[in-house]
């Protein structure tokens, strides 16, 4: 195992968390930036008026892409296994 190869390996995984990590980070980052502008418009500071929403679009996220996500993260899964051979020689 070289040095390029743990290189590699973790610019995979960084690369991997990022793709899912992204789709759930901009959703929650989108709707807080909205509501966080109408509270500021109407002056309504409720806390739950951030939470519900935030917590219903990463819920829809999760359901339109959670399949999606899974099944990337089972690919570099069973990658990663089938390295394991060429790693330990």
């Known amino acids: 195992m070289t040095d390029a ?3 590699q390996i973790g610019l995979q ?3 991997l968390a990022t793709k899912l990590a992204g789709p759930i980070l901009l959703t929650t980052l989108g709707l807080g930036l909205g509501i966080g502008l109408v509270q ?8 739950t008026l951030t939470f ?3 917590f ?3 819920a829809v996220v999760l ?4 399949a999606w996500m899974l ?3 089972v690919t570099f899964t069973e990658a990663m296994f089938d390295l394991v051979p060429s790693l330990l020689s």
């Open 63 to 66: 359901l339109v892409g959670g």
């Open 71 to 73: 099944a990337e993260a």
């Open 13 to 15: 995984a960084m690369l």
């Open 52 to 54: 519900v929403p935030k």
């Open 40 to 47: 500021s418009v109407t002056q309504i500071q409720e806390p």
């Open 5 to 7: 190869m743990v290189v």
């Open 56 to 58: 219903i679009g990463t």
